[in-house]
């Protein structure tokens, strides 16, 4: 059973920087592509970056494209994302998923497994 538990959220001021983390458990992961999505309250839940577990070949939404950074330690089976410059706009509920094969997917359709989130916000 696969199991991703989030953390590194918190609270930061507009233009810091935070390290998010996904420890990942349950299978090996070479087979897997993984993904950072966040949702905000009344918004659906929006892709960020991905991330091909073998090879580690990554994808990055244009909004979030140069300030954030995915990456993998896979002595550790830990996910991570990089967020730098962050903007008040950046404030939400931040997931880790991962989805069987080596397609970056972007749909959360594609992701059968969760984790349980960790809360980012930003202040001005």
């Known amino acids: 059973q696969v199991q991703l538990v989030e953390s590194g959220g918190g609270l930061v001021q507009a233009g810091g920087s935070l390290r998010l983390s996904c420890a990942a458990s349950?299978?090996?992961?070479?087979?897997?592509?993984m993904g950072w999505f966040r949702q905000s309250p009344g918004k659906e839940r929006e892709f960020l970056a991905g991330l091909r577990w073998f090879g580690g070949s990554t994808n990055y939404a244009d909004s979030v494209k140069g300030r954030f950074t995915i990456s993998r330690d896979s002595a550790r089976n830990t996910l991570y994302l990089q967020m730098n410059s962050l903007k008040p706009e950046d404030t939400a509920v931040y997931y880790c998923?991962?989805?069987?094969?080596?397609?970056?997917?972007?749909?959360?359709?594609?992701?059968?497994?969760w984790g349980q989130g960790t809360q980012v916000t930003v202040s001005s």
């Open positions: 349950g299978s090996t992961f070479n087979g897997y592509s």
């Open positions: 998923a991962a989805s069987r094969g080596y397609r970056i997917a972007e749909s959360t359709t594609e992701y059968a497994y």
